[in-house]
Structures are given as structure tokens and as C-alpha cells.
């Protein structure tokens, strides 16, 4: 095979503009072997998506990469400049995946060269950590280099605004815009001339410190950062807020950016919390914990039954705005939300509380901007996908360590009560109704075949799922999602993944136990729920 000669110079142009002789020779190998491979590296640069940049590390424009970093950021600060904000602090970390250290260096160069005050936190740190610093200290940006929970060949660059916010249209497109009109990445200029921030880590955990409600300490945590960059503040945290019982899963505490002993570090995936589970049994723990590798999501686990198993985003979601809707001032006219994809219990217990309820697009980009657009009286948001923002003023995304730390108070408290949190999980069904979540997932190979299947079903949407008369909502233009609702609570969310190469179906039915036992309920709640996925895994299914 003969490359296209446009594509073969478009492929001699990056490699003369690269700052990397490492990714120089990588790209210079696939183009003297005339490797196809090389249409792909060379298909643009990375798109900001649900949570900003993330790609393979690899050479080419379409990679994370020093190049890319350097034009990417010289982009940030164009745009930044023009919009009045030049000179600005700008706070930039990474955690410890491969290229996060040069990535972050050179993210740090760029902008104090562009003459930004670049404060740099001093080690790989959770994501966390960083967006508090940022609207901490009113920064007009924040640079966290991370994949979060992405396989190992990942990396990533995440974006905040001033307020620790994430960017949404159309600044994305305007940022974009501005990185695609940058030079050559060796021609940008860099400078070491930015501070390091070594009071971030403190401040922040200084405030999560004061999150507890109750003053019951006793509990026994079993915790995991799967090889990411959370161990050691997660501990830190937990101690500071008065936890000192606390076991870490020993092979995956320091950060590892080959994830060793899991096949994909999220809490989410079937069996990436064994060990944890494992361990929480052996010690005969009350609770264990469960971050990604960045530490911005967190998943609990508990016992029931007799046997250990990971609550799902949902369960915590609805237990923690329980936890704090208990004992927030109602006189400042609160406000929770969630997603269009997760459970629909939260607006139940909202309304018991008298506190207003939004739901939103799907990401915390959306989620701290609920209600008027700005997040105003935000005092708790969640997303099912193991996100929770549980102190808003203080960080405006999703935070695992205080997510860890607050859950840890609910935990104990109930058990100082003589209850627990599945207890707690029963009394919500109880009275909110079972509510019983799933997903169906299409991971694709060919990018092509998501959009194919979403043509499909807006050309010819179902009528019925699963035995149940159903309606479709097109959420275009606002959003690439189809919502399908039923009686009984059934819903379906179909949307593509901003983070992974999947087509996701979110699944939703509701059971009320009425005068039957809730254990009845929660079997009728079940059998729907299999009923549905079947349904929903056949709709999705390409012809």
C-alpha cells in the first residue's frame, strides 16, 4: 500500500514541528514502512469531550504527546488572553500515568513563557487537589494532565475555567479553534520559571476535614486506589476527619502506571474490586472504599447477606443526599441534581425535603451549572458512573477523597445507631420506591458504527420494551440522546460514551412494595430489569 502524498506531508510536517525526539523517530518509522496506521495518528488533534482531552500516548496529531500538550496549551492561553484573563494564575498537576510528568511540564512552560503565574502542584496528586486549588485561588485556569479511570495507553488533559468549572459550549469549539491556529510545537517558546504550589495538599485536606455531619468515628475501612494517585490522601483525609481504622489493599496502594492487577482500572468494571471485596472480608471491615486512579470517583462497598458487593452509583447517591439533605439549613434554598441517566429517586427525596432538583445533560460540566446555569445553593450533585460532588463550594466537580470521607460518617453513624447503610438503602425503597438500575453497553472498534445505530432507532423508534408501551425523546440538538419512558417507572437513556469508544443504554424500572413485602418488590423489580435488558440489547444489536 502507497500513503496518500497529502497524507504522507502532513505526516513530515508534525515530525519536523515535534519537541520529542522519541515521538519523532516513533512517527518516521510508520511512515517509511508506508504503515496504514498512520492515517489514524495523523486524523486531527483530540477533541475536548465529556471531561477534556484524552487519547492513546502515542506519536501524530491524533495521540497525547508533548506536541500536543505544547499546541494545546498555547491554544488555552490565546484564548485565555484574549479573553482578558492574560497574566492569570493557572495551577497545573498530573497523576502518575506514563508521559503525565513531561505533559504537565511542558503544559507549565508554555504558560508562564506566555506570562501566565504558573503554580505547579509539587508531586502526582489526585485531580481533586487541583480543582479545589483552582477556585481556591480564583485561578483563571487549572491543568490537570489525567485519563482518570482510562486503560493504561491513555492519558489526558483536563481543562477547568476560573471557578474550578469545567468548559462548555461554545468554548470548547472557540479553544479548538484557537489550538488549531497555533505553530509548530517546537516553535512555541517555554520557560521554567513557574512556583510550586506546596500548600495545595494541605488546604485541601484541611477542608475536607470539616465535612462530617456526626461525631461517631468508629470503623473499620478497607480502601483502594487501584495503583492510581489517591492512597496516601485518601488516608491522610480519613485520619484528618477522625477515621483511623483504615486498610489499604497493599499491591495496588503506590501508583502503577501499568494497573498490574486490574484489567481496567474503574471501580465499575467486574472485578477490578476483588481484592478490596477480599480484603474487607478478612479484616472484618465495615465498609470499603474504592477510588479511581486520578481519586475524582468513588465507590463504597458494604456487607449484606452474609457477602461483601459495590454499591452501585445510584444507592450511594441517593444515601448521601440523605446524609446531607438531614442536616443542611433549608433556609438557603438548597438545591441537588443528577443526570438524565442515573436513577430518578433523588427528585423523590428531594421533594420530601422541600429542596429544589434539576436534572442535567450528562457530566459535572453540566451538574455544577444545574438549576439557573450558575449552580446557585448547589449543595450535592451525583451522576450513576460513581461521581459525586458533595462539597460544591469548595470543589465544583466530582470528588472521590471527600466522597470517601463523607460516606464514612454516614457509615458510622448508622452503625453507632445499630443500622448500616443497606438498612438505610431499604427504608429509601420503602418509602421512594425500588428503584433498579442496569446498563447495556456496545463497545465498537469502528467509531462509524455508533452513529449508525443511533440513526437507526431515531429513523424507526420502538414502540414497546419489554411487554410495556413506550414514548421516545430525541434530545438533539441539544445532546446526541434518546430518552424511552413506560409505565412503572421504565426508562431507557441511549447516548454515546464522551470517554470510550461505546454506545451506553442506561436502564431504569420502579417497583413500590405497597402492602407486600419489599423483598417481593425488589424480585418484581428484578425480573423487569432482566426483561429490559434483554429488550434494550436486542434494540441496540446492528443489523
Known amino acids: 500500500m502507497t500513503l496518500d502524498a497529502q497524507l504522507r506531508e502532513a505526516a513530515r510536517r508534525w515530525i519536523a514541528g515535534d519537541v520529542d525526539p522519541r515521538t519523532q523517530a516513533e512517527l518516521q518509522l510508520l511512515l517509511d514502512a508506508d ?78 513563557a506566555a506570562g501566565f503565574d504558573v503554580r505547579m502542584l509539587p508531586e502526582p496528586l489526585p485531580t481533586p487537589v487541583l480543582a479545589h486549588a483552582a477556585r481556591a485561588l480564583d485561578a483563571v485556569a487549572g491543568i490537570q494532565i489525567t485519563a482518570s479511570h482510562n486503560p493504561p495507553q491513555d492519558n489526558g488533559y483536563k481543562l477547568y475555567l476560573r471557578g474550578g468549572i469545567h468548559l462548555v459550549s461554545p468554548v470548547d469549539t472557540e479553544i479548538e479553534a484557537a489550538i488549531a491556529a497555533t505553530p509548530a510545537a517546537n516553535a512555541v517558546p517555554r520557560k521554567e520559571s513557574w512556583s510550586i504550589l506546596d500548600s495545595a495538599l494541605d488546604a485541601y485536606l484541611a477542608r475536607v476535614a470539616t465535612l462530617p455531619r456526626g461525631d461517631a468515628r468508629t470503623l473499620r475501612i478497607a480502601a483502594t486506589a487501584l495503583h492510581g494517585v489517591g ?39 467486574p472485578g477490578a474490586t476483588d481484592e478490596l471485596l477480599a480484603l474487607a472480608a478478612e479484616i472484618g471491615a465495615d465498609l470499603a472504599i474504592a477510588l479511581d486512579p486520578d481519586a475524582d470517583r468513588c465507590a463504597l462497598g458494604v456487607r449484606e447477606d452474609g457477602a461483601w458487593r459495590m454499591l452501585r452509583g445510584d444507592e450511594t447517591g441517593v444515601l448521601l443526599a440523605q446524609h446531607i439533605l438531614s442536616t443542611v439549613d433549608k433556609s438557603a434554598d438548597p438545591l441537588v441534581a443528577t443526570t438524565i441517566v442515573s436513577a430518578t429517586m433523588l427528585r423523590s427525596i428531594a421533594a420530601e425535603f422541600g429542596v429544589r432538583y434539576d436534572e442535567t445533560l450528562t457530566g459535572f460540566k453540566w451538574l455544577v451549572r444545574a438549576g439557573d446555569g450558575a449552580g446557585t445553593g448547589l449543595v450535592y450533585a451525583y451522576e450513576e458512573a460513581l461521581g459525586h460532588c458533595v462539597d460544591p463550594d469548595a470543589v465544583r ?67 414497546s420494551l419489554a411487554a410495556t408501551t413506550v414514548d421516545v425523546e430525541d434530545l438533539l440538538p441539544g445532546t446526541d440522546a434518546l430518552v424511552i419512558t ?54 441496540v444489536r446492528e443489523d
Open 231 to 269: 492512597a496516601q490522601t485518601l488516608r491522610q483525609a480519613l485520619h484528618r476527619a477522625g477515621f483511623d481504622d483504615v486498610h489499604l489493599v497493599a499491591s495496588q496502594e503506590k501508583p502503577d502506571p501499568d494497573f498490574p492487577t486490574v484489567g481496567f482500572p474503574n471501580p465499575e468494571e
Open 486 to 539: 413506560g409505565a412503572g417507572g421504565l426508562r431507557v437513556v441511549i447516548r454515546p460514551s464522551g470517554t470510550e469508544p461505546k454506545l451506553k443504554c442506561y436502564l431504569q424500572v420502579v417497583e413500590h412494595a405497597g402492602e407486600l413485602p419489599l423483598a417481593a418488590a425488589k424480585q418484581r423489580a428484578a425480573d423487569r430489569l432482566d426483561a429490559l435488558k434483554q429488550a434494550v440489547s436486542h434494540l
Open 397 to 463: 466537580d466530582k470528588d472521590g477523597i471527600s466522597t470517601a470521607v463523607l460516606g464514612s460518617d454516614l457509615a458510622a453513624t448508622l452503625k453507632a445507631s445499630g443500622s448500616s447503610l443497606p438498612e438505610l438503602l431499604d427504608a429509601l425503597s420503602a418509602k421512594h420506591g425500588v428503584h433498579q438500575t442496569g446498563q447495556v453497553s456496545v463497545r465498537v472498534t469502528d467509531l462509524s458504527a455508533i452513529p449508525r445505530i443511533m440513526a437507526r432507532l431515531r429513523e424507526r423508534p420502538p414502540t
Open 35 to 112: 504503515d496504514p496506521g498512520l492515517a489514524d495518528r495523523m486524523s486531527g488533534m483530540p477533541q475536548f469531550g465529556t471531561a477534556g482531552l484524552r487519547a492513546a500516548v502515542r506519536a501524530g496529531s491524533n495521540g497525547m504527546n508533548r506536541a500536543v500538550v505544547v499546541r494545546t496549551t498555547v491554544g488555552v492561553a490565546a484564548w485565555l488572553t484574549e479573553r482578558g484573563h492574560g497574566g492569570g494564575v493557572v495551577v497545573v498537576g498530573r497523576d502518575a500515568r506514563h508521559g503525565s510528568e513531561d505533559f504537565a511540564t511542558d503544559a507549565a512552560g508554555v504558560l508562564a
